[in-house]
């Protein structure tokens, strides 16, 4: 056994890498609102997030719906329940499915591009570059990728959730002549303000999380193009693994607030 | 030369990295209008040195004053304010990859407005990649421009603030023969254009040779010797004449 692989030195590693991105976050919090800010950056950083993830996060959304829909449907129909079908598809969608899966999508695409673009900048010397012109490199790169995850993905949770449940209402009209009206009103009318406040708040903290931990691997990447590779795969993981912690937290106050 | 004109003064400045000592007590001035070629072998501590008169790197102790400014213990806005006159050369160029040239050299220019002085953004940009012999390549992305081109565009970038001081870091490693004889004489009309200081950190001797006014070796961390080029190659000290085998 080597002296890295053993539990105790894992954990400790663990327990130091949560730190180190909790002080990341705290300067994070003591630079977003302070001026100069850099709009432009924060606006192409919304269209590069936002667009370019749109189409894969639809796409997962619509089959999202489908398979549970399909899935489902015959559990429901033993027990005479297709009515509650579109309730409990879209309960289903809008508090959990939806944010948790769209959520990890863009840990996988926006967290490892995030930290594979700062890393590749770390180690050709741009950030360094940026920092001897007199411009600070943490608001230009950091402060504009973490608040455009934050706004970005509350946006593209939104929109796999309305598509999923597109996706649900296909099955329902063809395996169940559902119309339109029909569907999205049961829909709307189970849906309750503590299953979309909760649902909603927490993708705020997904974005930001997946934000802060793309830019920290990014940013503190080490040993050459490895590194790079290296920064942009533990961007993914890492993230994953605090969208899982955020989640459970945010269940557990929901719970308590609004009584699931 | 005259105590005014001292650009840079460094005094028994120490950096180590555990028990590493990289510079050990290392002393330097730097003179208006002087080119400063610092020779020295791989892992010496000279990227270390540039790297701590810019405030990239903090040193352990010893006084290190640019235009008169000590920089440890300097706040992050004087420090952006004297970095400003400060050009910085890196040797791999650390051109913005995801920029186009026109935006790499406007992207100081906009964070620093009081630098240009009522000049407008696209003439100061024109001419210093004239200045370059690169007008040409304004609308190109760095990954679709050739390594002497990237080392143009970058030393664009370095003097479109009108720096009193432009950092080299080897400023020809990886070019060729030819291209490399560019970039040096390129250095020189640009400190005749804009009046600079140079520190030059280079292994090339050509580069030394035509380049310096002056010269250091840096060694075990210390100026083991200094001199003008002519000096320095008819040194008879075995560890000074290695570097011009």
């Known amino acids: 056994m080597t002296k890295n692989s053993g539990l105790w030195y894992q954990m400790r590693e663990i327990v130091v890498e949560t730190g180190e991105i909790a002080l990341f976050a705290r300067r994070f919090f003591r630079e977003v609102f302070n001026p100069p800010y850099e709009f432009r950056e924060l606006l192409k950083q919304s269209y590069i997030i936002g667009n370019k993830s749109i189409f894969l996060v639809a796409t997962t959304g619509f089959i999202m719906g489908l398979v549970l829909t399909l899935q489902t449907r015959p559990t429901m129909s033993q027990f005479g329940a297709e009515a509650w079908m579109p309730a409990m598809v879209g309960i289903s969608i809008v508090r959990e499915i939806g ?35 007199g411009t600070n490199p943490f608001k230009y790169l950091v402060i504009t990728r973490v608040v455009a995850a934050t706004l970005m993905v ?62 920290y691997k990014g940013y503190t990447s080490k040993k050459g193009t490895a590194g790079v590779g290296r920064a942009a795969n533990s961007a993914v993981v890492v993230s994953s693994l605090f969208l899982f912690i955020i989640d459970f937290i945010a269940v557990l106050i929901a719970d308590i607030f609004f009584e699931l | 030369m005259e105590d005014n004109n001292r650009l840079i003064q460094i005094r028994d400045l120490c950096k180590a990295f555990g028990e590493n000592k990289v510079l050990d007590h290392f002393n330097l001035d730097l003179h208006a209008g002087e080119n400063l070629v610092l020779v020295g072998k791989s892992g010496s501590g000279k990227s270390v040195l540039l790297k701590c008169m810019v405030g990239l790197m903090e040193y352990d102790s010893g006084s290190l004053q640019v235009l ?16 400003t006159d400060i050009g910085f050369l890196f040797q791999g160029s650390a051109l913005y990859d995801s920029m186009t040239v026109r935006e790499n050299l406007s992207f100081p220019l906009r964070r ?31 990954e679709e421009l050739s390594g002497g081109m990237q080392r ?23 070019l060729d023969p030819i291209t490399a004889k560019e970039i040096i004489h390129l250095i020189l009309e640009i400190q005749q254009l804009y009046h600079t200081a140079a520190l030059i950190i280079t292994h ?15 060694l075990n961390g210390t100026n083991y010797a200094e001199g003008t080029f002519q000096e320095l190659q008819t040194n008879q000290d075995p560890q000074v004449r290695a570097f011009f085998k």
Do not use: W
């Open chain 1, 99 to 133: 944010p948790v899966i769209t959520a990890l999508i863009c840990a996988g695409k926006i967290g490892s591009s995030i930290g594979a673009e700062l890393g590749s900048m770390k180690v050709t010397e741009q950030i360094a570059a940026m920092e001897v012109s």
């Open chain 1, 154 to 215: 509350p946006l593209l949770v939104i929109i796999a959730d309305g598509v999923a449940l597109t996706g649900s209402y296909l099955v329902e009209h063809v395996k169940g002549n559902v119309s339109m009206q029909l569907y999205f009103s049961q829909v709307f009318r189970n849906i309750t303000f503590g299953d979309l406040v909760p649902a909603t708040v927490k993708t705020f903290f997904f974005g930001f999380a997946i934000g802060i931990v793309g830019c």
């Open chain 2, 68 to 83: 008169g400014q000590e920089i440890r213990g300097m706040g992050q806005y004087e420090l952006d304010k004297l970095r």
């Open chain 2, 112 to 142: 620093h407005p009081e630098k240009i002085a009522g000049a407008s953004e696209d003439d100061l940009i024109q001419e210093a990649l004239e200045n370059v012999g690169l007008a040409h390549a304004i609308d190109l992305l760095p």
């Open chain 2, 152 to 174: 143009r565009i970058a030393l664009a970038r370095t003097i479109i603030l009108k720096p009193r001081i432009i950092l080299y870091d080897e400023p020809t490693s990886g």
């Open chain 2, 204 to 218: 090339d001797m050509d580069c030394a040779r035509v380049i310096s006014n002056r010269m250091i070796i840096l």
